[in-house]
Structure formats: C-alpha cells, structure tokens
C-alpha cells in the first residue's frame, strides 16, 4: 500500500539547481514506484527579486553576486549542464537572467486550475533548456497553453497582475520560516533538504521520511 508523502518545493525559475533538484526528485519517486504516493506542491521564491524588464547578463550578474570570473562562470555552468544530463535534464545556452514574478504569478493560477507542477517544468525548459525570457508574457501563455491552460485566461491573468499579493504573502512565509536558499525541499512539512541531490540522496530522504510516518 503507497505511503502518501506532501512534498512541498520552495523555488524559483531561474535557478539551475532548481531543475535539477526537481528532475532528480523525481526520479528518485519514480524508483520507489508504489511504495510512495507523493504530492509536488511548488512555492515561489526569487533569487533576484530587483532584476529590471531588460534582464542582466549572465556573466555579468554571477560576476557581480558570487565574485566570479567569465572562466569561473563558463567552468561553473559547463558542470551544471552535466549535472542536468545525468538527471534527464538538457541545459541549453542562457546568457540572461531575468525577473521570474509574473512567471511566479502565472503558477498560482496553474494552482488553481490543477496544473501547476506541469506549468513549472514547461516554464524551467523554456528558460534553462530553449533560453527563452520567462519574464516576457507571450513566453509565459504558450508555456501555459502548452500544458493544456486556457491561453486567453492566461494573458489576462499576466495583464491584470492577480494573485501578485498571493505570491508576496508565500514568499515572506518562506522567508520567516529561514528559507534562504533555493531549491529547498520540505517533506510531510517536517523534513528539510537543500540543493540539487542526487537521485539517491532523495530516495534515501523519502524512505526515511516514510518510515518515520
């Protein structure tokens, strides 16, 4: 009989590692087959909450965040498009960064219509995968609109800016609670677990996590 496991993931659009731990989290459930039955539940957090319309250039923002040179950053991201590989994640060429609030916007709504997980994993390969702007709305309707969302509905819900007091109140919530780093991954509203894991290190958390239920 499949435990049930609420899997709560704290995250944001322009975040890698975010992909990553999302792709590997889920094949480490689909490993556990019916021994789990498990609900993704997607929160929004942004890692630049300041980033102008235009974006900023990739280089450019890491340069001046983390200190790092264009080597370090070429090094840095050359890792990470492995790291994607070996969890069935493609990293194509991103060379900006931008402001993922209406994105964060658009999951609410996809929340409420049942469709967010799939609206968050269409959106991270629009980004990660195609380079695309998860900031400009005509990216974000076909991104819904590609997972079965009401396109129409969409560029209204983008135009009209619903559900921004919803996504300041999660972010603040997480926020309060110590969350300052993303992906950070809560199981059964209990567990924590920070990072891009590998596969195993998530299996290894679930099967804790459901013994201890």
């Not at 983390?66 to 060379?95: D, K, L, W």
């Not at 049942?114 to 959106?123: D, M, R, S, T």
């Amino acid at each position: 009989m499949s435990k049930p496991l609420t899997i709560d993931f704290v995250s944001d659009i322009a975040c890698p590692w975010c992909a990553i731990g999302l792709s590997s989290l889920q094949r480490a459930l689909e490993r556990l087959g019916d021994k789990v039955d498990a609900q993704i539940v997607v929160h929004p957090f942004e890692l630049n909450p300041e980033m102008g319309p235009a974006g900023e250039s990739l280089v450019d923002y890491i340069g001046k965040k983390y200190g790092r040179s264009p080597a370090q950053v070429a090094e840095a991201q050359a890792m990470i498009r492995e790291r994607g590989a070996s969890v069935g994640f493609t990293f194509g060429p991103r060379n900006k960064i931008y402001n993922t609030f209406d994105a964060h916007r658009l999951m609410h709504w996809a929340g409420l219509n049942g469709k967010q997980l799939q609206l968050k994993e269409a959106l991270l390969r629009a980004y990660h995968s195609e380079g695309n702007d998860p900031s400009n709305h005509e990216v974000l309707v076909e991104a819904a609109r590609s997972v079965g969302l009401d396109a129409a509905e969409a560029s209204e819900v983008l135009k009209s800016g619903a559900y921004a007091q919803e996504v300041r109140n999660e972010e603040q919530e997480y926020l309060a609670l110590g969350i300052s780093s993303v992906p950070s991954i809560i199981f059964n509203q209990r567990y924590l677990v920070t990072g891009g894991q590998p596969v195993e290190a998530f299996e290894e958390m679930i099967e804790q996590v459901l013994a201890e239920a």
